[in-house]
């Protein structure tokens, strides 16, 4: 299967997967409450180990005068292209499964679920006209601080949502390929190279 974008599969899949990449190019243009809350509704629904939703999200718009704060908590590279961005969104995770007799217990799964929580996120997004690009280069030290994160939880990625800005002369601000499926899918053995 062949996308608008020129992406192919190996296999016949939904051309949302095909359709969806990360951008570091946006306008800039605001995106209305509403929207931002649209996308994080689709995190909410995403799976989780015995429904435990352990994903917590903290969000800034761009006309927020938090949202310099929050551009404060990205790497030097990220901060330069995410301040075009309409939204960022730090993504939590608890790292602790709790248990309504107050008892807790070590959540192993907290970083697994939150990643499908960013997925849907990604994938809502899209839906919404929007592009969404996940992004690891965080202070995560002073993340945690700003943000007033407890010590039981995690912060897994900060996410730059907005609008993309059309034709980009840079090589690297196209949809990217993936490995072959070859290498990364095995039948009764896992092959390492």
Same mark, same amino acid.
């Given at each position: @299967?062949?996308?608008?974008?020129?992406?192919?599969?190996?296999?016949?899949?939904?051309?949302?997967?095909?359709?969806?990449?990360?951008?570091?190019?946006?306008?800039?243009?605001?995106?209305? !409450? +509403?929207?931002?809350?649209?996308?994080?509704?689709?995190?909410?629904?995403?799976?989780? =180990?015995?429904?435990?939703?352990?994903?917590?999200?903290?969000?800034?718009?761009?006309?927020? !005068?938090?949202?310099?704060?929050?551009?404060?908590?990205?790497?030097?590279?990220?901060?330069?292209?995410?301040?075009?961005?309409?939204?960022?969104?730090? /993504?939590?995770?608890?790292?602790?499964?709790?248990?309504? %007799?107050?008892?807790?217990?070590?959540?192993?799964? !907290?970083?697994?679920?939150?990643?499908?929580?960013?997925?849907?996120? =990604?994938?809502?997004?899209?839906?919404?006209?929007?592009?969404? !690009? =996940? @992004?690891?280069?965080?202070?995560? /030290?002073?993340?945690?601080?700003?943000?007033?994160?407890?010590?039981? +939880? +995690?912060?897994? /990625?900060?996410?730059?949502?907005?609008?993309?800005?059309?034709?980009?002369?840079?090589? %690297?601000?196209?949809?990217?390929?993936?490995?072959?499926?070859?290498?990364? =899918?095995?039948?009764?053995?896992? @092959? /390492? %190279?």
């Amino acid at each position: @299967m062949t996308s608008s974008n020129g992406r192919i599969s190996e296999f016949p899949i939904d051309s949302i997967f095909l359709d969806r990449w990360s951008p570091r190019s946006f306008t800039g243009e605001q995106i209305d !409450h +509403h929207t931002l809350l649209t996308i994080i509704e689709a995190a909410r629904w995403a799976p989780s =180990a015995s429904n435990r939703q352990p994903w917590r999200i903290i969000y800034f718009l761009r006309q927020d !005068h938090e949202f310099e704060t929050a551009l404060e908590l990205l790497d030097e590279g990220n901060k330069a292209w995410a301040r075009n961005a309409s939204a960022l969104i730090f /993504v939590i995770s608890d790292t602790l499964s709790r248990r309504p %007799d107050g008892s807790t217990r070590p959540l192993r799964s !907290h970083s697994f679920d939150a990643g499908a929580a960013w997925m849907a996120i =990604a994938l809502q997004s899209l839906k919404c006209g929007l592009a969404a !690009h =996940a @992004m690891g280069g965080v202070n995560f /030290v002073r993340a945690a601080e700003v943000l007033r994160v407890p010590q039981d +939880h +995690h912060v897994e /990625v900060a996410v730059a949502i907005g609008k993309i800005r059309e034709g980009i002369p840079s090589g %690297d601000e196209t949809p990217n390929g993936r490995r072959p499926l070859s290498e990364i =899918a095995f039948r009764h053995v896992l @092959m /390492v %190279d």
